[in-house]
């Protein structure tokens, strides 16, 4: 188990588990300043039901390997949303169709998105700050 891991740290590994399954348009919003709900949301798609599926498995495992249960997860069945709850990361794995229709990138758009440049499934230890028109840009250095 890994103690005190920051957000980013938590996003970091979600990221790496969801590019593990080919996970398609992931997007990192910091939605602190704008609610209390948690800190972050990661959002992905999958071509299919079961690739939706598959990403959501691989983040599940993985986040569980490294000691973090998710509280609470929803939508599986159907594998057209699947919402996995980490408390303070959200992550929501959406069917491309099913992400188009509710746009929550529209609903989260004014907060700042988080970018990581790196493949590698180990948390970042120095990383680079960039600041970009809608967001921070991490680059692993490590």
Same mark, same amino acid.
Do not use: C, M, P
């Given at each position: 188990m890994i103690?005190? !891991?920051? $957000?980013? *740290?938590? &996003?970091?590994? /979600?990221?790496?588990? &969801?590019? *593990?399954?080919? &996970? !398609?348009? $992931? %997007?990192?919003?910091?939605? =602190? =300043?704008y609610t209390s709900i948690a800190d972050a949301f990661l959002i992905c798609s999958g071509t299919s039901s079961r690739h939706v599926q598959a990403i959501a498995d691989a983040v599940e495992e993985g986040m569980r390997?490294?000691?973090?249960?998710? +509280?609470h997860r929803e939508g599986y069945e159907t594998g057209?949303? $699947?919402? !996995?709850?980490? %408390? *303070?990361? %959200?992550v929501h794995i959406f069917h491309e169709e099913t992400r188009r229709f509710y746009n929550l990138e529209r609903l989260w758009g004014d907060a700042e998105s988080i %970018?990581?440049? /790196?493949?590698?499934?180990? $948390? +970042?230890?120095?990383?680079?700050? +960039?600041?970009?028109? =809608?967001?921070? =840009?991490?680059?692993?250095?490590?």
């Open positions: 103690d005190k !891991l920051t $957000i980013k *740290d938590k &996003a970091f590994l /979600s990221y790496n588990f &969801a590019v *593990d399954k080919k &996970a !398609l348009n $992931i %997007v990192i919003f910091d939605i =602190r =300043r390997e490294k000691g973090i249960r998710s +509280h057209k949303w $699947i919402l !996995l709850d980490y %408390v *303070d990361l %959200v %970018v990581f440049d /790196s493949g590698e499934d180990t $948390i +970042h230890k120095e990383t680079v700050i +960039h600041k970009q028109k =809608r967001g921070i =840009r991490l680059i692993d250095k490590g």
